[in-house]
């Protein structure tokens, strides 16, 4: 079994803590995203694993073994980089081969488990060229090539499609992805991508300011935000916050933004009772605001004015300024019609509402 555990690792260069005593598992087989941005400690987290960073403190296991003062290429782990790291002077199956070579495979081996693995990666008609030759993607696909075919325990990928170009990213990672699953190795992918993080991970672990703030499935994260800070950074545009207290009225809770109270769920009541007249952050994405010239009641819509509008194809962003001043973004249907300048009540979905304590990682309290 190839489980990797992180127990109270920390990383500090200098007097600055890098990565402050983290503890993370990650399953046999499992495809585990760290996300985070730039300077939150994920590049080296995925540094300590692969012992190209000594650890400050803590435990590193991987299987049953605990590897912090074990060399690098004794970790039985393989590791693919933003820069693809290939050898120029060697052909394709060279590069591919080295790693066979110096464990002192067999030839014949050797360059069985290179073309079965280069036709596996649709870069068989490559194998005699050199690097210099090929676009991003295939140098991309050799460099996954060279850690495939030694078959290791754990696979540790460090933003490997950053340098791709937006389209061929997308079809590489879905690449990436189908490959994970066939292969079903452990592998540990760092990222600052939401959208990366969102459609490779089996679980995502997202990170701030070297500390762990929630690890869960993708959608568990995106629909249960543990913090303001987990909601603000997952998701594009960003989740709409407002500044307001937490009010009740005849046992019901609502969330007063300036002048307008705001009807919350009653089953949040118990949550927010200890909350009560305090002041309070309220989230709300895009996708759960809709521009509507009537029909709703007052305790769920906000008077607003259209600032910007940007088609998207199969949506609209849409740049909305309420009464106060304050900048709220909507995803909507791109066939409503609406204006720059034009004033209308801007319905909010409170059901997907949740509600933060203050502070840049506040907690989210709708959360039982």
Same mark, same amino acid.
């Given at each position: 079994m190839s489980e990797v555990t992180l127990q109270g690792v920390s990383k500090v260069f200098d007097r600055t803590v890098a990565v402050n005593n983290i503890s993370l598992q990650i399953n046999h087989g499992e495809f585990m995203v760290i996300v985070g941005p730039s300077g939150c400690g994920k590049t080296t987290t995925l540094r300590m694993i692969a012992g190209l960073e000594d650890i400050s403190s803590g435990t590193i296991r991987?299987?049953?073994?605990?590897?912090?003062?074990?060399?690098?290429k004794d970790r039985d782990i393989a590791m693919v980089f933003q820069n693809y790291a290939l050898y120029p002077h060697m052909t394709?199956?060279?590069?591919?081969?080295?790693?066979? /070579? =110096? #464990?002192?495979?067999?030839?014949?081996?050797? !360059?069985? *488990?290179?073309?079965?693995?280069?036709?596996?990666?649709?870069?068989?008609?490559y194998l005699s060229r050199k690097p210099k030759a090929l676009s991003g993607g295939q140098r991309q696909r050799v460099a996954l090539g060279r850690a495939i075919v030694r078959s290791p325990k754990v696979f540790l990928f460090d933003e490997p499609?950053?340098?791709?170009?937006? /389209? =061929? #990213?997308?079809?590489?990672?879905?690449?990436? !992805?189908? *490959?994970?699953h066939k292969l079903q190795?452990?592998?540990?992918?760092?990222?600052h991508d939401q959208a990366e993080a969102m459609t490779l991970g089996?679980?995502?672990?997202?990170?701030?300011?070297?500390?762990?703030?929630?690890?869960?499935?993708?959608?568990?994260?995106?629909?249960?935000?543990?913090?303001?800070?987990?909601?603000?950074? =997952?998701?594009?545009?960003?989740?709409?916050?407002?500044?307001?207290?937490?009010?009740?009225?005849?046992?019901?809770?609502?969330?007063?933004?300036?002048?307008?109270?705001?009807?919350?769920?009653?089953?949040?009541k118990n949550e927010l009772a200890a909350y009560k007249d305090q002041p309070m952050v309220l989230g709300i994405r895009p996708e759960s605001l809709t521009p509507k010239p009537d029909g709703y009641s007052e305790h769920s819509s906000l008077d607003a004015v259209v600032k910007v509008i940007e088609p998207l194809g199969d949506r609209m962003d849409v740049y909305f300024e309420t009464a106060s001043q304050r900048r709220v973004i909507a995803n909507i249907d791109p066939h409503i019609q609406v204006e720059i300048g034009q004033r209308l009540p801007l319905h909010l979905n409170l059901e997907k509402a949740h509600v933060f304590e203050r502070g840049e990682t506040g907690r989210n309290v709708c959360l039982s």
């Open positions: 991987i299987g049953d073994r605990i590897v912090n003062d074990i060399p690098p394709v199956f060279d590069n591919m081969a080295f790693g066979l /070579k =110096l #464990r002192k495979y067999p030839k014949q081996k050797i !360059k069985s *488990l290179v073309e079965e693995t280069a036709r596996m990666l649709g870069i068989e008609a499609l950053s340098n791709l170009d937006a /389209k =061929l #990213r997308v079809t590489t990672r879905s690449e990436l !992805k189908a *490959l994970q190795t452990t592998s540990i992918y760092v990222t089996d679980r995502i672990c997202v990170m701030h300011n070297g500390n762990i703030r929630q690890i869960a499935p993708p959608m568990e994260v995106y629909d249960r935000p543990a913090d303001r800070f987990v909601a603000g950074f =997952l998701g594009t545009p960003p989740m709409n916050f407002f500044d307001g207290i937490v009010v009740f009225e005849k046992d019901r809770p609502f969330f007063k933004v300036d002048d307008t109270s705001l009807a919350l769920r009653p089953a949040l």
